[in-house]
Antibody, heavy 119, light 107 residues
Framework: EVQLVESGGGLVQPGGSLRLSCAAS????????MSWVRQAPGKGLEWVSV???????YYADSVKGRFTISRHNSKNTLYLQMNSLRAEDTAVYYC?????????????WGQGTLVTVSS | AIWMTQSPSLLSASTGDRVTISCRMS??????LAWYQQKPGKAPELLIY???TLQSGVPSRFSGSGSGTDFTLTISCLQSEDFATYYC?????????FGQGTKLEIK
């Protein structure tokens, strides 16, 4: 069974950093397309980043240069390093897996982790 | 970037109704479109991928259609568990944008 469990969220001051983790089970992270999607309180979904099985990475313009997606193959874990955080980065962050190789819709989601950027 | 217009933003309906939600793109995306359902406090769930393919386990009252720039999600006979928020998402080109969402509420 595919499972995704996010962790690492919390309260951080503007300008600070945080690293989110997404522990996967039931499949191999490095063989799949993995994404981060966020949702600000009371707002809609916003795609943040993706890492392809080959290692290529892509970002939303709103986080480019500040966020870095990566993975640790032996830990089967996805990460999102978030630097220079702003109040508008406050959101629930979900990790998600593509349905299968070649079909990039998000078929599997974690429960989310809340990041609050505030002084 | 591809701009998406999802409508309506709020939809009031009754159990048993047939409803449609629209998603329009600023440029063609072939069939690289997905529909998700989200209930309060929960992660989104995939309903439809490749514009019209029903995800495994999703009831057949849900259907998707369209290609290019205009797409539609139809729920043929609303059940109580269908009252939720629905999002479209294009995955044709980066950034993989979501629509603004449609909240389906009980009339």
């Amino acid at each position: 069974e595919v499972q995704l469990v996010e962790s690492g969220g919390g309260l951080v001051q503007p300008g600070g950093s945080l690293r989110l983790s997404c522990a996967a089970s039931g499949f191999t992270v490095s063989s799949n397309y993995m994404s981060w999607v966020r949702q600000a309180p009371g707002k809609g979904l916003e795609w943040v980043s993706v890492i392809y099985s080959g290692g290529s990475t892509y970002y939303a313009d709103s986080v480019k240069g500040r966020f870095t997606i990566s993975r640790h193959n032996s830990k089967n874990t996805l990460y999102l390093q978030m630097n220079s955080l702003r109040a508008e980065d406050t959101a629930v962050y979900y990790c998600a897996r593509a349905l299968w190789f070649g079909e990039l819709s998000l078929g599997y989601w974690g429960q989310g982790t809340l990041v609050t950027v505030s002084s | 970037a591809i701009w998406m217009t999802q409508s309506p933003s709020l939809l009031s309906a009754s159990t048993g109704d047939r409803v449609t939600i629209s998603c329009r793109m600023s440029q063609g995306i072939s069939s690289y479109l997905a529909w998700y359902q989200q209930k309060p406090g929960k992660a989104p769930e995939l309903l439809i991928y490749a514009a019209s393919t029903l995800q495994s386990g999703v009831p057949s009252r849900f259907s998707g259609s369209g290609s290019g720039t205009d797409f539609t999600l139809t729920i043929s006979c609303l059940q109580s568990e269908d009252f939720a928020t629905y999002y479209c998402q294009q995955y044709y080109s980066f950034p993989y944008t979501f629509g603004q969402g449609t909240k389906l509420e009980i009339k």
